[in-house]
């Protein structure tokens, strides 16, 4: 079975920036589905965006037009930009691809 480590996940002030990246221990190569989720403290954990095997992305409402989720390679698969960071996107990030999933990553958006 494949982990996935997240990293990327900072504090960082309202407005800001972060990239997220998932590294895999071992190469993938045939991907049907990877996508990025998080969970707010206290809340259940919720889409942030993901990728088919279509190519077709997917983004919560929350975050269309900030975020934006890319293809990396067999052993980066998925990234996230994240840009005009709120402190709602406050969260613990987790990378899934074919249903593996990371331990996460803690984005703190606060001034």
């Known amino acids: 079975q494949v982990q996935l480590v997240e990293s990327g996940g900072d504090l960082v002030q309202p407005g800001g920036s972060l990239r997220l990246s998932c590294a895999a221990s071992?190469?993938?190569?045939?991907?049907?589905?990877m996508g990025w989720y998080r969970q707010p403290p206290g809340k259940q954990r919720e889409l942030v965006a993901r990728?088919?095997?279509?190519?077709?992305?997917n983004y919560a409402d929350s975050v269309k037009g900030r975020f934006t989720i890319s293809r990396g390679n067999a052993t980066n698969p998925v990234y996230l930009q994240m840009n005009s960071l709120k402190p709602e996107d406050t969260a613990v990030y987790y990378c899934?691809?074919?249903?593996?999933w990371g331990k996460g990553t803690l984005v703190t958006v606060s001034s």
């Open positions: 899934t691809v074919n249903g593996n």
């Open positions: 990728i088919i095997d279509s190519g077709s992305t």
């Open positions: 071992a190469s993938i190569f045939s991907i049907f589905y």
